[in-house]
C-alpha cells in the first residue's frame, strides 16, 4: 500500500502555540480540503523566527512543502525563513516556492528588465544608495512624479508616490522639495528634501536589494487587471481598484474584487497580447 503524501501548509504564526492565524485559516482552508480529496495529508506548519530548529524537524518528516508567508510582513522578513528553506529542500523536500526561484523571477526587478514589452514603461533600477542618490534627480527632472518601489515587499510597503513640490520644469537637485507619501500606511503626503528621501531608503537596499522607479499613472483610479496564470495556461481575471496613492479619495467605495472568467469579453484584447506576446516575451 502506498503512504499518502504528506504536505505541508507553512505560514507565520505563533509556532508554540500552535495556532495558525485567522488570516491563514481563511485562506488556506480551501488547500485542506482540496488535497483531502487528492488522498495527500495536509499538515500545519506555523513558523516564527524564535522556533527555527523545532519547524526544521517538523519539516524533514513532510514529503513537500508550499510557503504562505510574505517578503516583509508586520516588521518582519524572510531573510532567516528563506535559509531554512534552503536547507530542507537541500535535504530533499520539494519546496514551493523555492527561494532561488523567487530572486530568479526577480520580484519588483522584472518591471525593469521586462520595460520593453507591452506593459512596459520608463522604468529605472538602482541597486545601491550611492546609485540612487546619483541618478534619482534626472528621472525626476523628466517625470516630475514617479512611482518608486522596494525590490521585494508586500501591502504597499516600501512603496512611495515622489512628486516635485514645483510645477515648473527645471534640475533637480539634493535641495529639492518632495511630496512624498508611503502606500503602505495610507498617510497624506508630507514634504521632504531629496537627500533626506534618499537617506530613508536607503534600507531597502539592504533587505531588497534594488528599488525601482515608475512614471506615476495618473489613471491610477481606473483600476488595475491582474490576469491569473496555471504555468501557460490563463484562468481569469480580475479587476483591482488600488486607492493608497490616488491623488484625490475615491468619490465611492471600490467595488468588491470579484474573478472572472478568461473569456470575458471586455478583455478579450488584453488576453490576446497575453498569450501572443507578454507571456511569451516574459518566458525568454
Known sequence: ?????????????????????????????????????????????????????????????????LVWVNPVQDGLDRSRLDVLLREVADAGVWVSAHPDVILGLGTKEVLYS???????????????????????PGTLARHRTLVLKQGRGMGGVGVWKVA?????SGPVTADTVLHVQHAADGSAPR?????????????????SGLVVTQPYQQRLADG???????????????????????????????????????????YAGLRHSLETAWIPGLQS
Not at 193 to 207: H, K
Request: aromatic letters at 8%; a negative charge.
Open 191 to 207: 514634504e521632504s528634501r531629496l537627500a533626506d528621501f534618499v537617506a530613508d531608503c536607503e534600507a531597502y537596499f539592504t533587505w
Open 114 to 136: 521586462t520595460r520593453g514589452l507591452g506593459w512596459g514603461t520608463d522604468t529605472d533600477v538602482f541597486r545601491s544608495p550611492t546609485e540612487l542618490a546619483t541618478r534619482l
Open 1 to 65: 500500500m502506498i503512504a499518502r503524501p504528506r504536505i505541508g501548509l507553512l505560514s507565520r504564526g505563533d509556532h508554540a502555540s500552535g495556532t495558525e492565524t485567522a488570516r491563514a485559516q481563511e485562506r488556506l482552508a480551501p488547500l485542506y480540503a482540496a488535497f483531502a480529496e487528492l488522498s495527500v495529508t495536509a499538515v500545519p506548519v506555523i513558523y516564527d523566527d524564535e522556533h527555527v530548529d523545532e519547524v526544521r524537524q517538523q519539516v524533514l518528516g513532510l514529503d513537500g512543502l
Open 224 to 266: 488595475m487587471i491582474r490576469a491569473y496564470f496555471v504555468h501557460d495556461r490563463l484562468v481569469g481575471f480580475q479587476h483591482q481598484w488600488p486607492t493608497a496613492l490616488l491623488a484625490e479619495p475615491p468619490s465611492q467605495a471600490p467595488r468588491q474584487r470579484v474573478m472572472e472568467d478568461p473569456d470575458t469579453p471586455d
Open 164 to 168: 516635485v513640490v514645483s510645477e515648473k
